[in-house]
């Protein structure tokens, strides 16, 4: 019997699209034209991981204190995008969404889910480290715990949407331990 998961990445990699790949999706073909429904609560779930990510870690004031108000306000810059990203996808999609093959403004959406996602986590990740020798250790145990929760959620979400990176070394939760830790429920 063959895995779901893997059932769904096979026919999307064979319809020309990466986003078949996220779970619970389902794919249909009929004729020419390939459709493809997306689990949005995981896209969801994803995008306020990276807001809870944010929260969390500016609310450290000694992370906060460290890094200074030109990176905090970096941060908070990539994590409004995150946000608008967010709610566009979100309005745009409801509750569930169908994308046809030849639809691309929902790829879109999704792709810039990511992209901000991803700018969060780069920002998070920048700031930690320039605060690394400035503050406390359980601050900055805090602070890398958001991170690596974060960092985790950004590459479950390429690996369900087939994005080709590296695998980050060390990362020891699952995205269950990442979503409960940034307060994300699926």
Same mark, same amino acid.
Request: charged letters at 10%.
């Given at each position: 019997m063959r895995n779901p998961s893997r059932r769904c990445f096979?026919?999307?990699l064979a319809a020309g699209s990466a986003i078949g790949v996220l779970g619970a999706c389902t794919v249909s073909t009929?004729?020419?034209?390939?459709?493809?429904t997306v689990n949005v609560a995981k896209v969801k779930a994803y995008g306020t991981?990276?807001?809870?990510?944010? #929260?969390?870690?500016?609310?450290?004031?000694?992370?906060?204190s460290a890094i200074g108000a030109p990176a905090v306000a970096g941060i908070e810059a990539a994590s409004v995008a995150l946000s608008a990203s967010l709610a566009a996808f979100s309005t745009a999609a409801g509750s569930s969404v169908?994308?046809?093959?030849?639809?691309? #403004?929902?790829?879109?959406a999704i792709d810039s889910v990511l992209a901000d996602l991803k700018a969060v986590a780069s920002d998070l990740a920048?700031?930690?480290?320039?605060?690394?020798?400035?503050?406390?250790?359980?601050?900055?145990?805090?602070?890398?715990?958001?991170?690596?929760?974060? /960092?985790?959620?950004?590459?479950v979400f390429e690996g369900l949407l087939g994005v080709v990176?590296?695998?980050?070394?060390?990362?020891?939760?699952?995205?269950? /331990?990442?979503?409960?830790?940034?307060?994300?429920?699926?």
């Open positions: 096979l026919r999307a009929s004729g020419n034209v390939t459709t493809i991981a990276g807001l809870n990510a944010v #929260s969390t870690i500016l609310s450290v004031a000694a992370i906060a169908t994308v046809t093959y030849d639809n691309t #403004s929902f790829k879109t920048a700031a930690i480290s320039g605060a690394n020798t400035k503050v406390g250790s359980s601050a900055l145990s805090t602070a890398t715990t958001a991170l690596d929760a974060l /960092q985790t959620v950004v590459s990176s590296a695998r980050r070394v060390g990362a020891t939760m699952t995205e269950a /331990q990442a979503l409960a830790i940034l307060h994300v429920a699926v």
